[in-house]
T-cell receptor, first 114, second 114 residues
Framework: AQSVTQLDSQVPVFEEAPVELRCNYS??????LFWYVQYPNQGLQLLLK??????LVESINGFEAEFNKSQTSFHLRKPSVHISDTAEYFC????????????FGTGTRLAVRP | NAGVTQTPKFQVLKTGQSMTLQCAQD?????MSWYRQDPGMGLRLIHY???????DQGEVPNGYNVSRSTTEDFPLRLLSAAPSQTSVYFC?????????????FGPGTRLTVL
């Protein structure tokens, strides 16, 4: 069975500083990996995903994540955060045999301070 | 497109009452699912459907029923509400249900069971 671990429940950071949100997964088969973002009082929306090919994937708002198969990780990074990046970030995994069933991590709350 | 819509946004129930959470999507997506979000636990899959007339259980199905009579609608029924069902409920849909599809989430229903 697949599982996702997000070790950091909260990450406080100052505006314009870099940030890394960690995600590790456990699965015995090939996986697809996702980062979803949830702004306050809203539903989740896709930030980026890894399906195959280049291990580095990017979002339109400056986030990137790198799939590392040997370390079973998919950490999310941004070189310079904005106040508007304050949100909760969820890492998720689906296995090729399970269709679109997602297993989510427990989430990391990113708090950007001025 | 309205995307994924959920009603109601808020609901308070007494223990033992029943109710239906509504979910609809106008994107002609085959795959629909229900998650619950609890503090510190991320999102957990309750039930899902790969198409009209087909439903299956997720990780936490007990106490919930679903049906899928049309492609657009996927209601979630609480048969006899319990305080443990106090949570935020999200409906999601994706195009085909094959692994790697982006899931689109509704805005959520916040349910309190007294």
């Amino acid at each position: 069975a697949q599982s996702v671990t997000q070790l950091d429940s909260q990450v406080p950071v100052f505006e314009e500083a870099p940030v890394e949100l960690r995600c590790n997964y456990s699965s015995s088969v090939s996986v697809y990996l996702f980062w979803y973002v949830q702004y306050p009082n809203q539903g989740l929306q896709l930030l980026l995903k890894y399906l195959s090919g280049s291990t580095l994937v990017e979002s339109i708002n400056g986030f990137e994540a790198e799939f590392n198969k040997s370390q079973t990780s998919f950490h999310l990074r941004k070189p310079s955060v904005h106040i508007s990046d304050t949100a909760e970030y969820f890492c998720a995994v689906s296995e090729g045999s399970s269709g679109d069933k997602l297993t989510f991590g427990t989430g990391t709350r990113l708090a950007v301070r001025p | 497109n309205a995307g994924v819509t959920q009603t109601p946004k808020f609901q308070v129930l007494k223990t033992g009452q029943s109710m239906t959470l509504q979910c609809a999507q106008d994107m002609n997506h085959e795959y629909m699912s229900w998650y619950r979000q609890d503090p510190g636990m991320g999102l957990r899959l309750i039930h899902y459907s790969v198409g009209a007339g087909i439903t299956d259980q997720g990780e936490v199905p007990n106490g919930y029923n679903v049906s899928r009579s049309t492609t657009e609608d996927f209601p979630l029924r609480l048969l006899s509400a319990a305080p443990s069902q106090t949570s935020v409920y999200f409906c999601a849909s994706s195009y085909s249900g094959t692994s790697g599809d982006t899931q689109y989430f509704g805005p959520g229903t916040r349910l309190t069971v007294l």
